[in-house]
């Protein structure tokens, strides 16, 4: 019989009734199915909390204690779904990171999985037990407690699915499959079947919330289908699957967007080789993610401008890595903008078809929308715009490339 693992995000266990609500759905599956894992998150609103109180100590997050407080609140929710599933004489009971182990390195608030040990888990599922584990958590090899960063459950759920060979990982949420685009934003999006790896790969870190990027990405190194549905209703969901599993390749299968990024711009960078990448290093080292990345010549002809995006959380520690290697780099002035947004399309379809450029951005023209920063890959284009103008953007381009509802 093949496993199932079925995760369950943080408004899914938002309190006693919806816990209760998961407890029905894992026995109803365990009914059909005995080979099921569980993986949770903490209540939601719990992280924020947790964060909040450590940050009224210190402002330092990626320490090993910071992990410590704010991995506990998937214990809370590991712990009372065994009671339920254990009330409703199910037999169940709840593994810490810690206790499987889920082996990570030590960067502490977003570390990566290194290795899975599956011998626990093997064994409770041979006593016909439903595991519960909180996600999110892990343990480094010096038996120090890790996180996985911000949504990171998803990122456990398909770990653990793949280190046992799972058949499907279901996640479970808030709302009931990948969409278009974010519908409270476009109203008129629609839900998709299915969606391929890769698409779902630049939807999630394009601004799509519903999956963790890395999840995403595990996935599909390991061809671990990933079903993506409801907690709260009983619909069918969205696939993601290896993009040969999908017929028609559409040249625009979505529209993500995201306020998250701040714009930086570093001035008059003297023009020689290893300039961008000592900057690009710094930052690399404090583990602070770039995304887009613009180089222009400045008039002087001898200087570059550099200008990139960085998470708007880590502005302040960005500007000041860069600043300490302004002396090595030479360069003049950093500037900053936190008032942009990304807006991306995302299609398999682009592979193969031309014109989608063009075409997106003759409808931000049309609309007399700015473009700061262009970036593209070969299933993605993405542009930096004001912030104030997402909106009208991502409708527009909704649309525009034929997904809107009809
Ligand atoms: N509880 C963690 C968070 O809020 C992890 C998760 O929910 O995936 O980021
Ligand atoms: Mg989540």
Redesign the pocket.
């Known amino acids: 019989m093949s496993i199932i693992v079925m995760k369950f995000?943080?408004t899914s266990v938002a309190d006693i009734d919806c816990i209760k609500n998961v407890a029905n759905k894992v026995a109803a599956q365990y009914k059909k199915n005995k080979k099921i894992i569980v993986v949770v998150?903490?209540m939601s609103g719990?992280?924020?909390n947790l964060i909040d109180l450590t940050r009224q100590v210190s402002k330092v997050s990626n320490s090993p204690e910071y992990d410590v407080v704010?991995s506990s609140?998937?214990q809370v929710t590991a712990g009372l779904l065994s009671i339920a599933l254990n009330s409703q004489e199910i037999p169940s009971r709840s593994f810490m990171g810690w206790q499987i182990p889920v082996l990570t390195d030590n960067t502490f608030s977003k570390a990566n999985i290194a290795e899975i040990s599956i011998d626990v888990l093997m064994q409770s599922l041979n006593r016909n037990e439903i595991a519960v584990i909180p996600?999110?958590q892990g343990v480094t090899d010096e038996n120090q407690i890790t996180?996985?960063?911000?949504?990171?459950?998803?990122t456990?759920a398909v770990a653990i699915a793949s280190a046992l060979n799972a058949k499907r990982c279901d996640i479970y949420t808030d709302v009931d499959g990948i969409y278009t685009a974010d519908p409270r934003m476009v109203p008129k999006a629609k839900k998709l079947d299915k969606i391929s790896y890769e698409e779902m790969l630049e939807m999630a870190s394009q601004g799509a919330k519903v999956l963790?990027t890395r999840s995403v990405a595990l996935a599909m190194k390991y061809k671990l289908k990933i079903k993506v549905l409801s907690s709260f209703e009983n619909k069918e969901g969205t696939l993601v699957l290896h993009e040969d599993e999908i017929m028609e390749k559409k040249n625009v299968s979505g529209i993500a967007f995201s306020l998250d990024e701040a714009k930086l711009t570093v001035i008059g960078i003297p023009d020689k080789p290893g300039q961008a990448s000592i900057l690009f290093k710094s930052l690399g080292l404090k583990a602070i993610n770039v995304d887009m990345i613009a180089q222009s010549s400045s008039a002087n002809k001898s200087a570059t401008d550099l200008s990139f995006t960085v998470p708007k959380n880590e502005l302040e520690e960005a500007i000041n890595t860069i600043k300490s290697v302004q002396k090595k780099i030479g360069f003049k002035s950093i500037i900053s903008d936190r008032d942009v947004a990304k807006i991306s399309v995302i299609g398999i379809g682009m592979k193969t078809q031309a014109g989608v450029a063009q075409k997106m951005f003759d409808i931000l023209a049309e609309k007399n929308i700015n473009l700061k920063v262009i970036s593209t890959s070969e299933i993605k284009i993405s542009v930096l715009i004001e912030a104030a103008y997402m909106e009208l953007a991502a409708r527009s381009l909704h649309t525009a490339f034929e997904l809107d509802e009809s």
């Open positions: 995000g943080g998150s903490a719990t992280t924020n704010v609140g998937e996600g999110f996180t996985l960063g911000r949504g990171g459950s998803d456990s963790q």
